[in-house]
């Protein structure tokens, strides 16, 4: 019997041992798959200016090839110095090397700034603004005080931003983007500080006409549309009422508008127009719309693409109209010889013309007319709104998409508008 328990515990032991080896193998092997398997690695510091404070303090993380972190075995130096962990802290200032080794592989070097606690309180960086339009024209000018002597600094200066030197203190751009400013003097290198430049685009304004073809007055208004034919940033859109021309039902747009006779011009859903000359304003809108439209089997593909980087609308509606060109009807024109108008070509026209073609014609709205929901991102991919018309009411090439946006918290105003006629692609 002892002899058999001899036996017994033996086995034991050499199976114990073996467990440990497998599983010592399996460590190992583990080990090795994550942190050998790269051909080079890169290190980063949280901070590349610090204080000689002793207080301030860098972390390093080791990333390998395929920018994933690399747990252990990684040795950091400073200085060619090996340090004991991936926290470090300095008492003396200057430009520190720290680079990294792991196993028989070195990693890049990179750089941290150390500079004077003392100095890094006696100049203040003031940019002008934090914000800037994205157009090469706006500029943010920087500028840096000596807290000590309470006046300005002009001179022995550098400006950086992302770490290139601009040469002056005055910062223009026409890339999008978030930057980073940092300003040298001295032995000073300041924190960065952050700028960002965002896109704007041209402002283009909506005018809704209520007309009617029995209406006599009606070409004062078309005849002040007329003189605007070749502005595109004036967009027109007919809204028939009541006559043989109406494609769509508008007495919610009447209500809304308080509409009780004809003709009525509202321009960006806000200011009344009728035959005075329509003044519009070079300036620019926080939000970009494009329209692609396409053959999709048997349907007409509208595509309205739409953009902001900054976040200063919580109540958007979109609305989309499809509108329809040279559609013969009459028009009564009482400007026929009416001295007034003599230099209209509506003057020699006669009291009823015949064979009138109508331009602008609201036909369908694709959304509701006082427009959908939508929440934009920044993500200009992803703000993209699909909207289809079967084919078959497509009868000419004379047809128009008109895309706007409305801010439901400033009175239902326009913050911009765009056309396309169908089968194009306008870009924001």
């Known amino acids: 019997m002892p002899y058999i328990y001899f036996i017994l515990i033996l086995a034991l032991i050499s199976s114990c041992t073996k467990k440990k080896n497998d599983y010592t193998k399996q460590n190992e092997l583990v080990y090795e798959k994550e942190n050998t398997q790269f051909s080079k690695f890169k290190i980063k510091s949280d901070k590349y200016i610090i204080s000689n404070n002793n207080i301030d303090t860098i972390s390093l993380t080791a990333y390998n090839d395929q920018n994933k972190h690399i747990k252990e075995g990684t040795i950091y130096y400073i ?7 991936n926290h470090y802290s300095f008492s003396e200032e200057g430009i520190y090397n720290i680079w990294a080794e792991n196993r028989k592989y070195n990693s890049d070097t990179i750089k941290v ?81 952050k700028i960002f430049a965002f896109e704007k685009f041209e402002k283009r304004y909506l005018v809704e006409s209520f007309l009617a073809d029995w209406c006599g007055h009606c070409p004062k208004l078309i005849n002040t549309l007329e003189q605007h034919d070749d502005d595109y940033r004036i967009i027109p859109v007919s809204i028939h009422c009541e006559d043989k021309i109406s494609k769509v039902k508008s007495s919610l747009l009447r209500y809304k508008f ?49 953009f902001s980087q900054q976040n200063l609308y919580h109540n958007l509606r979109l609305v989309v109209y499809l ?11 009482f400007l026929s010889k009416d001295e007034n108008y003599k230099e209209t070509r509506f003057y020699n026209l006669p009291f009823i013309i015949e064979h009138y073609l109508h331009n602008h014609v609201l036909i369908k709205s694709l959304t509701k007319v006082f427009g959908d929901k939508i929440q ?8 993209m709104v699909n909207y289809k018309v079967n084919l078959n009411q497509i009868h000419s090439q004379e047809y128009e998409i008109v895309a706007f946006v409305v801010d439901m918290d400033n009175e239902g105003k326009i913050i911009n508008a765009q056309k396309s006629p169908i089968w194009e692609d306008i870009n924001m």
């Open 79 to 85: 200085n060619n110095q090996a340090i004991k962990s």
């Open 113 to 193: 700034f150390v500079i004077n606690s003392n100095l890094q309180y006696r100049y203040i960086v003031k940019p002008s603004k934090t914000q800037l339009i994205c157009d090469g024209k706006d500029s943010i000018v920087i500028r840096v005080y000596d807290n000590e002597q309470k006046q300005e600094v002009k001179s022995n200066i550098s400006y950086y931003i992302n770490d290139v030197n601009i040469g002056s203190n005055t910062l223009k751009t026409d890339k999008s983007g978030l930057s980073e400013i940092k300003v040298k003097i001295n032995n000073f290198i300041s924190d960065p500080i």
């Open 258 to 306: 308080n509409i009780r006779n004809y003709p009525v011009g509202i321009k960006d859903r806000k200011e009344r127009i009728l035959n005075s000359k329509l003044e519009t304003i070079s300036n620019t809108s926080d939000i970009g719309i494009g329209i692609k439209s396409e053959k999709n089997k048997d349907n007409l593909l509208i595509k309205v693409k739409l």
């Open 323 to 333: 509108l329809e060109n040279k559609i013969e009807g009459i028009q009564y024109n």
């Open 376 to 383: 934009l991102n920044r993500n200009k991919e992803s703000n």
